[in-house]
């Protein structure tokens, strides 16, 4: 884990220091190719096992329940800073 | 939500290779694809650093408005640790990992697929997109019945993109630089508390 964060970090020393070339512009994009190929191998490791293809439906409401319980947290969160700190100061 | 489309197609196409056996088994290693994670970080990093706006625009945000991405960090992961608890097949550190993509689904399913294996990594997935998609959806009557931070705080990570068109319409345009710094905030904290909450 920790050779993540420094591979990230380097990452940032590196972003700072070409800040020049106009190249690196495009950093969004070569992260969506990457993105994109890794997904297709995450699709491929469930298709190729059919364990993980039987319970995909399992899985899916497993998804929906951790949906909720960070959409109500943070909504509940975001509703409180709103009553505290932003409504009163709206004309 | 046409990044979307492109982020599902990608996996279904992979789900349908697997399926139909189209390449050979060993056509990319576990290993191989370990250095294009690694790779990805790197790049990720890198896109940090290069922002010049990003790091202005962070210095710019005064103490209320930090308020708002914290409040979402916090609740979200809140919530799932609840869940967490009552998912019988996974820890509550697994059930925050999978909380911690804040509806940055692409970044937050390799991550954890990595980490934990295919089947968290496609729960990953799965949840976050849901979470963007009733961001989108919800938005109107978020505001009504919980005032114009909530969609700003259910769309998490994708309030500065996805979802910033909806959080300007109903949330009011006032709120938009809101939307964007807390986008910015919590999208720079996914990497960080998916690797964190995967390491336990």
């Known amino acids: 884990m920790l050779i993540v964060f420094c591979i990230m970090v380097v990452g940032v020393g590196i972003g700072i220091g070409v800040r020049s070339i106009p190249h690196f512009r495009h950093v969004g994009k070569w992260i969506s190719i990457v993105i994109y190929f890794l997904l297709f191998l995450l699709g491929r490791e469930v298709g190729t096992n059919a364990q993980l293809l039987s319970s995909l439906s399992t899985l899916g409401i497993q998804a929906l329940l951790i949906t909720a319980g960070a959409l109500i947290g943070s909504i509940v969160c975001a509703w409180g800073i709103y009553k505290f700190f932003f409504q009163k100061h709206e004309g | ?200």
């Open chain 2, 1 to 200: 939500m046409k990044g979307s489309l492109i982020i599902v197609g990608f996996f279904v196409l992979g789900v349908l290779s697997g399926v139909g056996d189209v390449f050979p088994s060993d056509f990319f290693s576990a290993n191989a694809s370990q250095y294009v994670l690694y790779v990805l970080m790197l790049l990720v990093g890198l896109s940090i650093g290069y922002d010049k706006e990003l790091i202005h625009s962070l210095r710019q945000t005064n103490w209320k408005i930090l308020l708002v991405p914290i409040g979402t960090i916090i609740g979200t992961l809140l919530g799932t640790a609840v869940v967490g608890v009552f998912i019988a097949e996974w820890s509550i550190t697994e059930s925050m990992a999978v909380g911690s993509g804040f509806g940055y689904y692409s970044l937050s399913s390799i991550f954890i697929t990595k980490y934990k294996g295919a089947a968290l990594g496609t729960i990953a997935l799965m949840s976050n997109i849901m979470r963007e998609i009733f961001a989108l959806l919800a938005a109107p009557l978020l505001v009504r019945w919980f005032g114009r931070l909530a969609p700003i705080a259910a769309a998490g990570a994708t309030s500065m993109d996805t979802c910033l068109p909806i959080i300007s319409q109903y949330s009011g345009r006032r709120y938009v630089v809101i939307a964007i710094s807390h986008g910015i905030i919590v999208d720079l904290t996914v990497p960080f508390l998916v690797t964190f909450f995967c390491s336990f």
